[in-house]
């Protein structure tokens, strides 16, 4: 939301607390956060359609599940008008392999982050897929060869 000043610190608390653990039951989360069970139940629907929590999800080891490649991949576009970018953020959704997707403020216009099961898959995807991508002019590849820290998302 655009308006973070609605929130209290039981609000940032909850979402701290939710962020941590988003199968926490709403007993325990109440009782982290100092309030009843109904009053925080009240504000975790609020601060759900506030937009403020988007969803609840399971991180997922992909490495075990055999995507064990990482590449990031900068971007440069023939054409920069809003008809181009919007032609190329709608294909580039469609590619299974790009885990994000970021326009960028630099010698370049997007960054991609793409994970594989290999080298050679990785290259088949480039080739095939990015590179066909509407208004690409160039792509430079840098692979991952270590996880330093990798978090899903950024602690409040």
Same mark, same amino acid.
């Given at each position: 939301?655009?308006?973070?000043?609605?929130?209290?610190?039981? *609000?940032?608390?909850?979402?701290?607390?939710?962020?941590?653990?988003?199968?926490?039951? +709403?007993?325990?989360?109440?009782? !982290?956060?100092?309030?009843?069970?109904?009053?925080? &139940?009240?504000?975790?629907? !609020? =601060?759900?359609?506030?937009?403020?929590?988007?969803?609840?999800?399971?991180?997922?080891? &992909?490495?075990?599940?055999?995507?064990?490649?990482?590449?990031?991949?900068? +971007?440069?576009?023939? *054409?920069?008008?809003?008809?181009?970018?919007?032609?190329?953020? &709608?294909? /580039?959704?469609?590619?299974?392999?790009?885990?994000?997707?970021?326009?960028?403020?630099?010698?370049?216009?997007? =960054?991609?982050?793409? !994970?594989?099961?290999?080298?050679?898959?990785?290259?088949?995807?480039?080739?095939?897929?990015?590179?066909?991508?509407?208004?690409?002019? &160039?792509?430079?590849?840098?692979?991952?060869?270590?996880?330093?820290?990798? /978090?899903?998302?950024?602690?409040?």
């Amino acid at each position: 939301m655009d308006n973070p000043e609605k929130l209290d610190k039981l *609000d940032l608390s909850i979402l701290r607390e939710l962020q941590k653990n988003g199968r926490i039951t +709403v007993t325990e989360l109440a009782s !982290r956060v100092g309030l009843s069970k109904t009053p925080c &139940q009240v504000r975790m629907k !609020r =601060l759900e359609d506030l937009g403020y929590v988007m969803g609840y999800t399971a991180l997922i080891d &992909q490495k075990k599940l055999g995507s064990k490649h990482v590449a990031f991949v900068q +971007v440069t576009l023939n *054409d920069t008008k809003t008809k181009a970018l919007e032609a190329f953020n &709608q294909a /580039v959704r469609l590619i299974p392999e790009v885990e994000q997707c970021h326009m960028i403020a630099a010698n370049f216009d997007y =960054l991609l982050k793409v !994970r594989t099961s290999d080298i050679n898959t990785y290259r088949e995807v480039l080739g095939e897929q990015i590179s066909n991508l509407p208004h690409v002019k &160039q792509t430079s590849t840098f692979v991952v060869m270590e996880d330093v820290k990798d /978090v899903a998302s950024k602690a409040i």
